[in-house]
């Protein structure tokens, strides 16, 4: 199974401030027949399901504040809050979706306010 | 609007089986996988398996495999996740949720149930 990493595990960063979380894989994740990268990020708030943000490694889903957006290619990715809003804390996973049906999701990175 | 309704919180002993339904609406049934997730308390998340409810093909997690089994009700829009010979380790909420297109892209989730294995 590919295995995905995230680093940090924790940050706490000020109100309108950047948060940057980190997402590695053990292997590539680049799919080349159409160039997409299999790598998908969720936000799971304290008590509620998981919620769907970016998908192919950089496309915002349906509905997401343009604040996050996604990077990367091959086995490093980024999750970047451009400006932290409160309702934004909350833990964030990143999923691979290359080796299917074997789908792998990282360990989690908690956001909290500074 | 899709919605993914799951079945109320179970409390089962170590031995037991635990089967959660998950009754889908607002969409297309056959036309999207269900994957089931699940999360033991204060961890991450980790793939059990998926059925296609089109024709019930299903392929399942190998850490899983033999004490899972998932099937579906085309007639109510209803797929279950039967897990068998329950442990402590099983101690956890199980999601259901919709593929976004036989991608693995997991687009709506359900609220969860919660599955507490206790003697």
């Known amino acids: 199974d590919i295995v995905m990493t995230q680093s940090p595990d924790s940050l706490a960063v000020s109100l309108g401030e950047r948060a940057t979380i980190n997402c590695k894989s053990s292997q590539s994740v680049l799919y080349n027949s159409n160039n997409k990268n299999c790598l998908a990020w969720y936000q799971q708030k304290p008590g509620q399901s998981p919620k769907l943000l970016i998908y192919?490694?950089?496309t915002r889903e349906f509905g997401v504040p343009d604040r996050f957006s996604g990077s990367g290619s091959g086995t490093d990715f980024t999750l970047t809050i451009s400006s932290l809003q409160a309702e934004d804390v909350a833990v964030y996973y990143c999923q691979q979706y290359y080796s299917t049906p074997r789908i792998t999701f990282g360990p989690g990175t908690k956001v909290d306010i500074k | 609007q899709v919605q993914l309704v799951q079945s109320g919180a179970e409390v089962k002993k170590p031995g037991a089986s635990v089967k959660v339904s998950c009754k889908a609406s607002g969409y297309s049934f056959n036309s999207y996988y269900i994957q089931w997730v699940r999360q033991a308390p204060g961890q991450g998340l980790e793939w059990m398996g998926t059925?296609?409810?089109?024709?019930?093909?299903?392929r399942y997690a190998e850490n899983l495999q033999g004490r899972v089994t998932m099937t579906r009700d085309t007639s109510t829009n209803t797929v279950y996740m039967e897990l068998s010979s329950l442990r402590s380790e099983d101690t956890a909420v199980y999601f259901c949720?919709?593929?976004?297109?036989?991608?693995?892209?997991?687009?709506?989730w359900g609220l969860g149930t919660l599955v507490t294995v206790s003697s």
């Open positions: 192919g490694a950089s």
């Open positions: 949720a919709r593929d976004m297109g036989l991608s693995y892209i997991i687009d709506y």
């Open positions: 059925i296609n409810p089109r024709d019930g093909s299903t």
